[in-house]
Structure formats: structure tokens, C-alpha cells
């Protein structure tokens, strides 16, 4: 079974959690996600099943949408409603205009200093390891891009809350949003909720509930729910070759790219289509010494075998 699931993730499990639920109900070994959401958050988690995890590497960099609540006056070391209280204000003078009049600085390309819950590196270890154990250490700024910030919601009070609307660039981390919004208003803050509302073309009105994937599969019809790789990276340039150099592709054979009618520059991945239509290959343009030239990267097709005609 091959395919991408849009997974509508409820508050609690992990993404392992959801993912090893998967596995067991549509008995396929080979299940993996394209972006962790924690625990507290909910919404879109997309799953790929079978041959589909091999292109969880293209799927990284969709753009995210997000509807966040943030807690004003108090600031916690995880940055959001799971971790210690560090720090307590009380955020009685703030107004919903002065939130947006700071929002601004929080769009375009910003700075960020990754949490220490992170699955950033820190000298071979994960951050969140190191939290575990109680260690802070110093992390280094990370350029992201919030293409657009919202505020949707505003409740005052001591511990004042405002719900906002972002779409953002992969890596971006929301709770960290909240945290130097807080922080900018002078009163620190944390993130209480979480929901991603879309990754790219899956939006969370069109996910699946773990509910309905159990019962799909119960009814061995969990098919009907999976989108076809080829459907996911339809935003790819694609490419359709002769039978011939289909079935090369599909024993990892290297093509001259002046036989192909190709426009991309060298380093584009590439769909590689049989004359059939069907998704048999994603390809890399590189330059060789004679020109340009198709490599195989991810091959989807049987290779021929000798006796197969």
C-alpha cells in the first residue's frame, strides 16, 4: 500500500504515536511523517505509507499555516503551557491595538533562537534531550520567513490572551512566536494552543480523524482515503520519456537530457513519467562533461530483469 495520508492529529499523541498507529492497522512496515507536531497541538500531520516515505524529503518545505492562542504574563521554560513557570506579570494595561502594533516586526524574514524542546543539534544531541536532563545551552539564531500574521482573537485580562492566524516557513517554531511577542510587549507569554491548519495543499477541513482511518482499514478500504505520490508533487516539473528510456530509468540508468525536452536548470528534481502516465521515477538534472543529464534519484518503477520478455 502506497500513498499519503492527511491526517487530522487530535490533542495528546505524538506524531510517533499516530504514526505507529498507522503502521498497525494498514500492516504496512514502511509509514513515516513530514513535519513532527507535538503533543498539545492538533491538526494536520501527513503520513506517508510504503513508497511514499521516499518522498517525505520533498514535502519538507511546503509552507504552514498555523492558529496559535498565547497567554500573556506568564512565561514558561518550554515556552508554551507544558513547561515550568519561569516568570509572571500581570498584563492588565495591555489593549488588542498594542498587540497590533507589534505584530508587525514578527513578519518577513526574522530571527528566531530555536527552544531548548527543539530537535535542533547542539554539538550531536538534540535539544530536547539536553532539556531532559536540565541543561540550557546556548543556541545560535535561525533565519525564518512568516509570510503573513494575523491576530483573530483578544481576551484581557491579567493574564490577558490573543489567538492569531500565521503562515510560515518550515522551521519556523510558533511557541517561540508567542514567547517574543510576549516579549516585545513586555510582559512575556507562552502558547496554550495549537493547530496546524494546512502544509502546503492539505488543509485541515480535508483531514482524516485516526477514528476514520481505523475504521477504513478495518473495512480494507483505507485506499480510498490515501492521495497518490504522484498527486502530492504535482507542484514538481515532470518529464515524460519513451518506453524504452522508462525502462532504462527503472534499472537506474543515467539519460542524456538533450534527448528530452527539459527546461530546468541542473540540481531541479524532476517526475519522470512512462508514456502511460504513470509516476515512475523522480530524477535530478546535473551537468556531466558532455552536457546535461537525467540521474535517477527515487525509483518507483520494476526494474527489467533479464527473461522478463
Known amino acids: 500500500m502506497d500513498g499519503v495520508l492527511n491526517v487530522n492529529k487530535p490533542c495528546g499523541p505524538t506524531s510517533h504515536d499516530v504514526v505507529a498507529l498507522i503502521r498497525r492497522v494498514a500492516r504496512v512496515k514502511r509509514v513515516g511523517h513530514a513535519g513532527t507536531l507535538d503533543p498539545l497541538a492538533t491538526g494536520v500531520l501527513i503520513v506517508c505509507l510504503g513508497s511514499a516515505t521516499r518522498i517525505i524529503e520533498y514535502l519538507g518545505d511546503w509552507r504552514k499555516k498555523y492558529r496559535a492562542t498565547a497567554v500573556l504574563g506568564i512565561e514558561t521554560d518550554t515556552e508554551d503551557a507544558t513547561g515550568q513557570v519561569t516568570r509572571e506579570a500581570d498584563c492588565s494595561k495591555v ?71 500565521v503562515e510560515c516557513s518550515s522551521g519556523t517554531y510558533v511557541r517561540t512566536l508567542c514567547s517574543d511577542i510576549g516579549r516585545a510587549l513586555g510582559c512575556g507569554a507562552h502558547m496554550s ?79 519522470v513519467h512512462d508514456p502511460d502516465g504513470r509516476l515512475i521515477a523522480i530524477g535530478i538534472l546535473r551537468q556531466a562533461d558532455y552536457g546535461l543529464e537525467l540521474k535517477p534519484e527515487k525509483v518507483f518503477a520494476e526494474p527489467h530483469r533479464s527473461g522478463d520478455r
Open 95 to 165: 489593549t488588542r491595538e498594542m498587540i497590533e502594533n507589534v505584530v508587525p516586526r514578527f513578519t518577513g524574514e526574522i530571527m528566531q533562537i530555536p527552544p531548548m524542546v527543539s530537535a535542533v543539534h547542539h554539538e550531536g544531541r538534540r535539544l530536547y534531550d539536553l532539556a531532559r536532563e536540565g541543561k540550557v545551552v546556548e543556541r545560535e539564531p535561525r533565519p525564518v520567513e512568516v509570510y503573513s500574521l494575523d491576530l483573530v482573537g483578544f481576551e484581557p485580562g491579567k493574564n490577558a490572551s490573543f489567538t492569531f492566524d
Open 193 to 271: 494552543a495549537l493547530a496546524r491548519t494546512a502544509v502546503g495543499r492539505f488543509r485541515v477541513e480535508d483531514a482524516v480523524s485516526l477514528e476514520v482511518i481505523e475504521q477504513k482499514a478495518a473495512e480494507v478500504a483505507l485506499v480510498e482515503l490515501l492521495h497518490s505520490m504522484d498527486e502530492v508533487l504535482d507542484d514538481m516539473p515532470s518529464v515524460e520519456v519513451s518506453r524504452d528510456d522508462a525502462e532504462r530509468i527503472a534499472n537506474g540508468v543515467v539519460l542524456p537530457a538533450e534527448r528530452l525536452s527539459l527546461s530546468q536548470a541542473p540540481g531541479a528534481p524532476l517526475r
